[in-house]
């Protein structure tokens, strides 16, 4: 399954996890989207795996590896899953979804300071 991203060769799982993709053209909405792919494709932890891996790897790629959040990355992971039933095409999945595509969705559940704490970007912390 593939989706066009704006001035690129379609966006796929299989490039995001073969690190086929430019980190400055990788969109909010794509973060997400691999995060549906993966999550209707693998079991939780599975995908929470790829996930970040291919988001760890596209950060050192892009020569920033501090930009990697263990805690963004496994929360958002964990929004995607929970609202994942029911829902087989990303379009609808998003239209169902539109908090997702909002930048501050997590501070409704984290504190600033916890959420953008050393030990978040490190390791997942719970709310």
């Known amino acids: 399954m593939s989706v066009p991203t704006a001035g ?19 969109s909010h909405r794509d973060h997400v989207r691999m995060g549906y792919e ?8 599975e995908a929470v795996d790829r996930f970040a891996r291919a988001l760890r790897a596209m950060t050192v790629r892009a020569g920033h590896p501090e930009k990697y959040h263990d805690t963004i990355t496994v929360a958002f992971m964990s929004l995607i899953a929970e609202r994942l039933e029911g829902h087989t095409e990303f379009d609808a999945f998003a239209e169902a979804n539109p908090e997702l595509f909002e930048k501050d969705v997590l501070l409704r559940r984290y504190t600033a300071e916890r959420l953008m704490s050393a030990q978040a970007r490190r390791s997942f912390l719970l709310p």
Do not use: I, Q
């Open 8 to 26: 690129a060769a379609p966006l796929t799982l299989e490039r995001f996890e073969a690190g086929d993709l430019s980190p400055e053209c990788f």
């Open 38 to 45: 993966l999550a209707r494709r693998a079991p939780f932890t």
